[in-house]
């Protein structure tokens, strides 16, 4: 069993449509769960960010853990053709190592 | 502050040969990540900084690869003796210690061994 687990998709929805994207993940270590977008032939950037259990928002984007059954989401309200990118989830330990430990990504396609 | 930056953003090379790519990180972060990335998959952890010292390598980085950060600002990997299987994305990072030690990623150098 992989330490992240991501549908890759592709997933495609009309826009303004509410869109989940989710994750799970075996290790019980993981502390700070990050949500990463990619653009094609980009590198990723940070799009937010969860440390433990709970609910976060950032304008049109909530992130969701729980840690209770391993279970990463995001949720992106009213969808624009320019949120159409990958989303890797990527949590991590923290401690003493911050390295990532990214999913497979889903491809999103917001269609106008 | 103009982001993390790689370079080459290409490179295809025959099989047998050594390649070396860059990373100039942000100014003034202390951690510096190199990570995998094939088409389909996430970024793969391959190794990381902190300033000069080399404080990680995954399983991923075989003898053949070798990662250096010699002054505690950019970084080179080198890949020695290139396979087809190296061919993938190579994406480096960079962050402050804190208490969430935030990654930016730079553009990436793709590969292509033939």
């Known amino acids: 069993q992989k330490e992240v687990e991501q549908d890759p998709g592709p997933l495609s929805v009309p826009e303004g449509a509410i869109v989940s994207l989710n994750c799970t993940y075996s290790n019980s270590a993981f502390q700070y769960f990050m949500w990463y977008r990619q653009y094609s032939r980009k590198g990723p950037e940070l799009l937010m960010y969860?440390?433990?259990?709970g609910n976060k928002e950032d304008g049109r984007f909530t992130a969701q853990v729980d840690k209770s059954s391993k279970y990463i989401s995001l949720f992106i309200r009213d969808s624009q053709p320019s949120d159409s990118a990958t989303y890797l989830c990527?949590?991590?330990?923290?401690?003493?190592?911050?390295?990532?430990?990214f999913g497979k990504g889903t491809l999103l396609t917001v269609n106008p | 502050d103009t982001g993390v930056s790689q370079d080459p953003r290409h490179k295809i090379t025959k099989r047998g040969q050594n390649v070396t790519f860059r990373c100039d990180p942000i100014?003034?972060?202390?951690?510096l990540y190199w990570y995998r990335q094939t088409l389909g998959q996430g970024p793969e952890f391959l190794t990381y900084f902190q300033n000069e010292a080399q404080l990680e390598k995954s399983r991923l980085l075989s003898d053949r690869f070798s990662a250096e950060r010699p002054k505690g600002s950019f970084s080179t990997l080198e890949i020695q003796r290139t396979e087809q299987g190296d061919s993938a994305m190579y994406l480096c990072a960079s962050s402050l210690i804190l208490a969430l030690d935030t990654q930016y990623f730079g553009p990436g150098t793709r590969l292509t061994v033939l």
């Open positions: 990527a949590p991590s330990s923290g401690g003493s190592n911050y390295k990532l430990t």
């Open positions: 969860t440390y433990s259990s």
């Open positions: 100014s003034e972060h202390n951690r």
